[in-house]
């Protein structure tokens, strides 16, 4: 991820008046003509036409048949999710763009039936990559490439219980993919039936929605199938802005996998497309037909950046160029917690010179939240290649706190100064933040970065004198980290600045998980406090943890992306300190952890 440093040149802090935002169906109107526009010339000009399919996978354990009529139902099924996402690309005036299928003589669809290895107990939900790699020589038998294309593995992993009325499914159920192809896996079932979407009754109980209408189970799987496809096309998730959930009903890619076709039974709205996902599936080569530039690397440039507020909202404007073409930018503003499931989302399509403004209106009260930007290229390339951060604060009043976004845009020549190793011009950029009145903390930030530029530690915690020691900048018995090197005062990369919760800090340790660092306090104080964090613009899960001694005085529940804790531990007669990060069971990718002002006070 690149983060957006070097790139953020004007900062306008008089607030906007606020004016009328358009409705769902006036955005729509606006940017979906232009969107197009830029895209069908692009893509018309020494085209490169591309006939790409989905590709269906039938799985199912050694002891164990397919389940019945498993062609025909899912055929219905995919044919229907096929409709959907058309329907919805007309709506909103993208025209004849929809996922391809292989359709068979008779009408049904091409589904390749692979038969596992092994029995059905030694398979589960995290069976997922065994169950892919099993598909592979089948696939290649018949001329797919599956790391090329996109692949709907659905495995034969539920239990359906007539008598009973109870259905359960222990299989794999996640996605992901690029423009040039992914995978979803999903779970069948013998009820997972097109047929039964439209029908209150009877009920089943499922082993995870519980007591359901055998229609709402259809709802949420088949809605699942569709979700989860969008995943394999590169789709985030985001939820639906309020004004779009009265317009339109509720986000595929947020919870709208559990209302698809709500609608046939009268219970619901059902599930739309957001804007944001249409225009990022209008030039992928599985919905435009084009492969043109498959292959090029996402290349949008931002500049001539403004960040302007307005009383519970704010602005962001700057020029992108790229080649190919952006055709329009996305803004996914995602409040801290929750993954992305309750990120909401802005567009905008560029002007004839680049120049876009997304305006971010949709805010969580009482929320830590980053701004996303994407820059949509017409070869399909955007989401997951180059994305642009910005972090804020809302209260519980909803007014906006863009001070963190703001410092970065004051602090960014420096930041470019120290990460290129120029002490000269870190000092020029001091100079001329104290020229333009910088406020005190920010001057303080400069000082701090143009100090890393040649770091060089001060004296341990033990030989330390005064009644306070900052621990970033004391010699340390150990120092790891699980990515990169141990790290004082600065963020390794582009950024440097730490940044973490929306705000900025003077002082921290980069402590990507797992690390450790320790230093000889020779029981000489009595109180450490920090504040402890994921680094913004990371969507990793840590548990940060202090000891003593060997003995664990303090452990963090687990921290997420835009999440900070405060720490205040007693040292008292302790000899030996210790800080570790520990990844939360799920991995260490995107784990950087940050502690946060880590200080040693005697009293």
Known sequence: MERLLALLLVVVTVPLTSSAAPTPQEEIADQVPKAVAILNKWQAAD????????HLVYWTPADREPAPRYRERLSAIFLDIQKYYLSEMKRMGFGERTIKLHTEPGGLLKIHLVKGAKPYEKYDVKSGSEIRKECLPVLKAAGIDADSETIVIFCNMSNYDAAAGTVNQNSPYYAGGSKRGGTAWQVDSPI??????DKKEPMVKDGQYGRISVGKYNSIFIGGVAHELGHALSLPHNAERPDQKTAFGTALMGSGNRTYGDDR???GRGSFITLAHGLRLASLPLFSGSAKGIDLKASARLSDIEITPAEKSFTFKARVTADPPCYAVVGYMDPAGGNDYDAT?????????GTFTLRCDALRKGKAGELRIVALQANGGGIGDKTYTVAYNVDDSGKVDLGSAIGMLKLAGIAKAVNAGNAAAARDEIARLQKENADARTLEIARTLYGTIDFKSGPSPAELEGETCHLSEASWTTARVGWGRPTANRLPGDSAIIRAGGKLFVRGLYAHAPSAYAWNLDRKWKTFTAQAGMADGNDGSVVFV???DGRELWRSATVKALGVVPVSVSVEGVKSLE???????????SDWGVWLEPTLRRG
């Open 265 to 267: 039974r009268g219970e």
């Open 546 to 548: 202090v000891l003593g």
């Open 47 to 54: 085209p490169v036409p591309a006939d790409r399919r989905l």
């Open 345 to 353: 989302t802005c567009t905008a399509v560029p002007d004839a010179d």
């Open 192 to 197: 997972l039936d097109l047929a039964l979407l």
């Open 579 to 589: 800080l570790r990060v520990e990844n939360a069971g799920d991995g260490n990718a």
